[in-house]
C-alpha cells in the first residue's frame, strides 16, 4: 500500500479501535471485579462444580454442534443441490426457527411433550392407558431433551451462511469435480464442503456461543451449564468478583477456541476468481423428491411450526375468553422494534468498519490483525455479565455527562444513557458486534484481491472502492447480518433486564415477566409476538438472498 | 432500488425517535417516585395502582431480576432509584450490606411490622410472608410432614423441587442448617436427591403440574402458588393443577414452625424522592395495601389482624419458624456450597 493509501486508511483503523475499545470496556471492568475477588472459592468449585459442570457443558456443545452443523449443512445442500416440489419454499422456511427464542421453544416443548401435554395423551390413549401414572414417555427436561431442542432451533444460524457460500462459489467447481468423474456425493465432501468451511465455521460458531450463553432453556431443561455456575455464584453466593473471575476463563477458553479455528484456516484462501453462476440442480422425481421433500421440513417442523402453532393455539384460546393484548404490551412490541432497529443500524455500520479496516490493512503488525478480533469478544460473554461489565463504563460516561452538564448551566441530575434505551442499544451492539464483522469478513473474503488491484488502478482510493465496488457485492451479506442483530437484540432477555430504563419492557423482559409469575398462558401473547416481529425480517432476508447477486 | 427508497423515511422516523428518548425519559409529574423491583410488578401493581390512586404519587417502576445491587451501587448518587424491593431476605440484606439504603425511623413502619421482621437499624422492613409448604398429591393420605421427610426412601423417585441453587431453596436449607446442623442438612441433600423424580429446576407450579402428570407425589413450594392455581379460572391448566394438590404446611424435627421467607423493601440511599419512597413504604402495611397482599396474592400479611384470603385459611394455621431471619441470611452461603457438594442439580 503506498503512503497516500495508508493516510486514507486511517479512520477505518481509528474506528475499529474505538470499537475493539467500547468492547474491551466491559471486560476489563469484569477484570477490576475479578480482582478485588479472594480466589478462595476455586478449590470449592474445582471439587464439587466443575467436574459435573465441564462435562454437562463440553456435552452439550459437542451435542448441539454436530447436530446443528448437520442439520444447517445438510438443509443448505438440499435445497441449493436438488431439485424437489417445495423446495422453493423451504430455502426460506428453513431461516424460521431464528424468529423464536430458545427459551420460548423450551416452555412450548415443555408444554406439548409434559404427560399432561397432547402428545403424551394421543399416546396413552393408542395404547389404552388411563392416567400419566400408569404410562409415562422419558422427560424432556435432560441433557439429550436439551442438546434436540436446542439444535433444532439454532442451526439456522449454519444454514444461512452455509447457503450463501454453496450458492455463489462451489458452481463451477462442482462442475470440474462432476467432469473428473465424482458423483454428487463425492464432489459435496470434496469439493463443496471444505470451501464452506469458513461460512460453516461462522454460522457454527454463533450457534455454540449461543449454547454456551443461554440461561433461559438449559437451566430450564435442568442442564448445569458453566453460565449456569457463574450464575450461581454471583447471584446465590453474592459473590460477583467470583462469578466474574468464572466468566474471564470461561471467556479465555472460547477465546482460544476461535482463535484455534481460525488458525486451522490461516493459510487457505476462499476467493474465487470467476462471477459466481448458480449451481445447476439435481432434480429429483418419485420417491426421491418425497424424502427430500420430508427431510426439508422435518427441521422447519420441529425448530418453528410445532411450537408456533402451539402458541397460536394458546393466543387464540385466550382471544376466544375476550383477553386481548393488552396496550401496555403494545406498547412493549413498539419500544422493541426501536431498539432492535437502533441496535441494527449501529452494530451494522460499525461492523462494516471493522470489516473494511480488516480488508485494507497493510499486515505489518500482530497487534493491528487482532483489533478486529478484540471488538467481537462481547458475544463470547454471557449476556448479564456482560450488562454487568458494562455499567461501570457506563457510569463513568454518566458523570462526565453530568459534570458537563453542570458546566454549562445544566441541570446535573439523572442519568442520559441508563435513563434512556441508548444503554441498552449501546449493550445490544457490543454484545451483538460478531454478527456483523463475521459475515461482513466473510462475505468479503469471497470478493477476489484482484478487484481491489482493479480499483486501485482505476483510481479508487479505499472510500470509493468500498462504496462502488464492495458494498453492492456486500448486500446480501448486510442483509444477513442486519436479520440476525435485529432478531438476536429483539431476544435479548438478560442485559435487556438489567440495563433498561423505568416503566420500558421490551417483548422479551414482558414474556419474562409472565414466566416469572408462573403464567407462561399469559405469556402467550407476547411470545407469538416475538415470533411474528422475528418472522418479518426472515422473510424480507429470504427475498433478498433469493435474488440474484449483484 | 426500492428498498432504499422505503428505508429512507424509516431511517428518519428512527432516528427521530432517537431523539426522542431523552425526552421520553424526562416526563414530568407533580410528585412519583421511582421503584426498582426484583418482584415482577404485576404482581405487586394492584398495590401501586391503589397507591397512586389514594395518593396522586404516580409510581415508575423498573423489574430487575439479577443484579439490583450492582445497578443501585454504579449508579451512585445519580440513581434515580427511590424505593428498592425483593424477594428473600438474603437479597435484602444483600442491599444493605451493600451500603444502597438508608434507614427509615417512622412509627407507622415500627407499628405495623413486628420488630424481628424488619432490621433494627431501620434499613430494611418485611411487607409480606410466604410459607414454603408441601405440595402433596390430592389422593395421598397424609396429615403431617417433617421437611426431613423429603429425604426418607419412602418417597424415592417422587420428589419434585426446583433448583436448589434457587433462593427460596437455599433459604430452606439454611434453615435446616441452623436447626439440624450441617452434616445432617448435607444428609438430608443426599436423600432428596436420591428421591427426585425429575431434575432439580422449574418453578414451584410446575411440582403442581408434574403431580398431576404422574412423575412426583411431592414437593417443596411456596404456598401463594398454590392459592393462585386453586383460585385460577375454572377449566384453565392452572386450575387443574391446583386442584391435583393439598398443601401441607411442614415444619422441621426440631423445631414447632414452618418456614417463611419474606418480601420486603428499603428506601435507597440516594433516593431522590425520599419523602414519597416513605409515603409508599407506609402504604403497603395500612390494612387496605395489606389486605390487598392476602386477598390478591394469596400472601401472609405481616400486620397483624388482616384478614387471609380464604384458600390461605384453609391451608390451616401458619406456626412460623422462630428462627430470626439474619440467621437464615447467614447460613445461606453454606447452604447453597452444600447444594453444590451433594450433586442436588446435576
Given amino acids: 500500500m503506498t503512503a497516500n493509501g495508508r493516510f486514507q486508511a486511517w479512520p477505518w483503523h481509528a474506528g475499529t479501535a474505538l470499537a475493539a475499545l467500547a468492547v474491551l470496556a466491559p471486560i476489563l471492568a469484569l477484570v477490576g471485579q475479578a480482582g478485588q475477588g479472594s480466589g478462595a472459592h476455586w478449590g470449592h468449585l474445582l471439587q464439587f462444580v466443575l467436574p459435573g459442570v465441564l462435562a454437562q457443558t463440553l456435552g452439550l456443545l459437542i451435542g448441539v454442534g454436530l447436530l446443528a452443523a448437520a442439520l444447517g449443512v445438510g438443509a443448505a445442500w438440499l435445497v441449493t443441490a436438488y431439485d424437489f416440489p417445495g423446495r422453493r419454499a423451504l430455502s426460506w422456511a428453513l431461516l424460521l426457527p431464528l424468529a423464536v427464542p430458545t427459551y420460548i421453544v423450551a416452555y412450548a416443548y415443555l408444554d406439548i411433550l409434559h404427560p399432561l401435554g397432547p402428545v403424551q395423551e394421543a399416546v396413552r390413549a393408542l395404547l389404552g392407558y388411563s392416567s400419566p401414572r400408569e404410562f409415562r414417555l422419558p422427560d424432556l427436561r435432560s441433557l439429550p431433551g436439551a442438546i434436540v431442542l436446542l439444535a433444532f432451533v439454532l442451526y439456522p444460524y449454519v444454514y444461512l451462511t452455509t447457503r450463501s457460500m454453496f450458492a455463489s462459489q462451489a458452481a463451477h467447481l462442482m462442475e470440474a469435480a462432476r467432469l473428473l468423474g465424482h458423483g454428487p456425493w463425492s464432489a459435496f465432501l470434496r469439493v463443496a464442503l471444505p470451501l464452506a468451511r469458513p461460512a460453516i465455521a461462522v454460522g457454527l460458531c454463533l450457534v455454540l456461543l449461543e449454547t454456551l450463553n443461554d440461561i433461559g432453556a438449559s437451566e430450564f431443561l435442568g442442564v448445569q451449564t458453566l453460565t449456569v455456575a457463574i450464575y450461581t455464584t454471583w447471584v446465590t453466593r453474592s459473590d460477583l468478583a467470583g462469578a466474574a473471575q468464572i466468566a474471564l476463563v470461561s471467556l479465555a477458553l472460547v477465546t482460544l477456541l476461535i482463535a484455534v479455528e481460525r488458525r486451522g484456516r490461516r493459510r487457505l484462501r476462499y476467493t474465487g476468481n470467476r462471477r459466481a453462476a ?12 418425497c424424502l427430500a421433500t420430508l427431510l426439508g421440513l422435518a427441521p422447519v ?34 419500544q422493541t422494534l426501536t431498539v432492535s432497529a437502533l441496535a441494527t443500524l449501529f452494530a451494522l455500520a460499525i461492523g462494516l468498519v471493522v470489516a473494511w479496516s480488516r480488508r485494507i490493512l497493510p499486515r505489518v503488525h500482530a497487534w493491528q490483525g487482532a483489533l478486529p478480533r478484540l471488538a467481537t469478544l462481547g458475544y ?28 454549562t448551566g445544566m441541570d446535573p441530575a439523572g442519568l442520559v444513557l441508563l435513563g434512556t434505551p441508548a444503554a441498552l442499544a449501546l449493550a445490544y451492539v457490543i454484545r451483538f458486534l460478531t454478527i456483523p464483522v463475521g459475515t461482513l469478513e466473510a462475505g468479503l473474503d469471497r470478493i477476489p484481491p484482484s478487484l481491489d488491484q482493479a480499483a486501485r488502478l482505476l483510481g479508487e482510493n479505499v472510500h470509493g472502492m468500498l462504496r ?69 425480517p426472515v422473510i424480507l432476508l429470504a427475498r433478498l438472498m433469493d435474488r440474484p447477486t449483484a | 432500488m426500492s428498498i432504499r427508497l422505503r428505508a429512507l423515511p424509516l431511517v428518519r422516523r428512527l432516528s427521530m425517535l432517537a431523539a426522542a428518548l431523552p425526552l421520553m425519559a424526562g416526563t414530568a409529574w407533580a410528585a412519583e417516585v421511582n421503584l426498582y423491583t426484583t418482584r415482577e410488578p404485576k404482581l405487586v401493581e394492584p398495590l401501586l395502582e391503589a397507591f397512586t390512586q389514594d395518593t396522586g404519587v404516580k409510581v415508575n417502576t423498573v423489574f430487575v431480576k439479577d443484579g439490583l445491587l450492582e445497578r443501585v451501587r454504579a449508579e451512585g448518587e445519580q440513581s434515580p432509584a427511590d424505593l428498592l424491593m425483593t424477594v428473600d431476605i438474603g437479597n435484602l440484606l444483600d442491599l444493605v450490606d451493600g451500603g444502597v439504603t438508608q434507614p427509615v425511623d417512622s412509627a407507622a413502619l415500627k407499628a405495623a411490622i413486628p420488630a424481628n421482621l424488619r432490621g433494627d437499624d431501620d434499613q430494611w422492613f418485611t411487607l409480606s410472608l410466604r410459607d414454603r409448604v408441601a405440595y402433596v398429591a390430592k389422593d395421598l393420605d397424609i396429615q403431617t410432614f417433617h421437611y426431613e421427610d423429603l429425604a426418607d426412601p419412602r418417597w424415592k423417585g417422587k420428589v419434585c ?37 425429575r431434575p432439580a429446576t422449574g418453578g414451584d407450579r410446575d411440582v403442581a403440574r408434574d403431580i398431576l402428570g404422574g412423575i412426583c407425589d411431592v414437593g417443596i413450594a411456596n404456598a401463594y402458588y398454590a392459592g393462585h392455581m386453586k383460585n385460577a379460572a375454572e377449566g384453565t391448566d392452572a386450575r387443574r393443577w391446583g386442584d391435583a394438590i393439598r398443601v401441607i404446611r411442614p415444619t422441621f424435627k426440631n423445631a414447632p414452625g414452618t418456614h417463611v421467607n419474606i418480601s420486603g423493601a428499603a428506601v435507597a440511599r440516594h433516593a431522590p424522592h425520599r419523602a414519597e419512597a416513605v409515603q409508599l413504604l407506609e402504604y403497603l402495611v395500612t390494612d387496605k395495601a395489606q389486605s390487598l397482599y392476602a386477598r390478591a396474592n394469596y400472601e401472609y400479611p405481616v400486620k397483624k389482624g388482616v384478614a387471609l384470603d380464604p384458600t390461605v385459611e384453609s391451608f390451616g394455621p401458619l406456626a412460623i419458624d422462630p428462627l430470626p431471619l439474619t440467621e437464615i441470611a447467614r447460613n445461606r452461603k453454606q447452604a447453597s456450597e452444600l447444594v453444590d457438594r451433594t450433586g442436588l442439580n446435576q
Fill in chain 1, 278 to 289: 448458480p449451481i445447476r440442480r439435481h432434480v429429483l422425481h418419485g420417491p426421491a423428491a
Fill in chain 1, 301 to 334: 417442523l420441529i425448530g418453528f411450526a410445532a411450537p408456533a402453532a402451539y402458541l397460536l393455539a394458546l393466543v387464540l384460546e385466550r382471544l376466544g375468553t375476550g383477553q386481548g393484548p393488552s396496550p401496555a404490551l403494545l406498547r412493549a412490541v413498539g
Fill in chain 1, 380 to 407: 463470547a460473554v454471557p449476556g448479564t455479565v456482560l450488562a454487568i461489565g458494562l455499567l461501570f463504563p457506563l457510569m463513568a460516561i454518566e458523570r462526565g455527562l453530568s459534570a458537563l452538564r453542570a458546566a
Fill in chain 1, 468 to 536: 462502488r465496488v464492495h458494498l453492492p457485492l456486500l448486500r446480501p451479506a448486510l442483509a444477513a447480518s442486519a436479520l440476525l442483530i435485529f432478531v438476536d437484540a429483539m431476544k435479548e432477555l438478560p442485559a435487556t433486564l438489567l440495563l433498561r430504563p423505568l416503566n420500558f419492557d421490551t417483548l422479551a423482559t414482558w414474556l419474562y415477566a409472565e414466566a416469572a409469575r408462573g403464567t407462561y398462558e399469559e405469556g402467550a401473547i407476547a411470545a407469538l409476538c416475538i415470533v411474528v416481529a422475528g418472522l418479518l
Fill in chain 2, 161 to 197: 423441587i426446583r433448583s436448589g441453587q434457587h433462593p427460596y431453596n437455599t433459604a430452606l436449607i439454611a434453615a435446616l442448617i441452623a436447626h439440624d446442623g450441617a452434616e445432617a442438612a448435607e444428609q438430608w441433600l443426599r436423600g432428596v436427591k436420591a428421591n427426585l423424580a
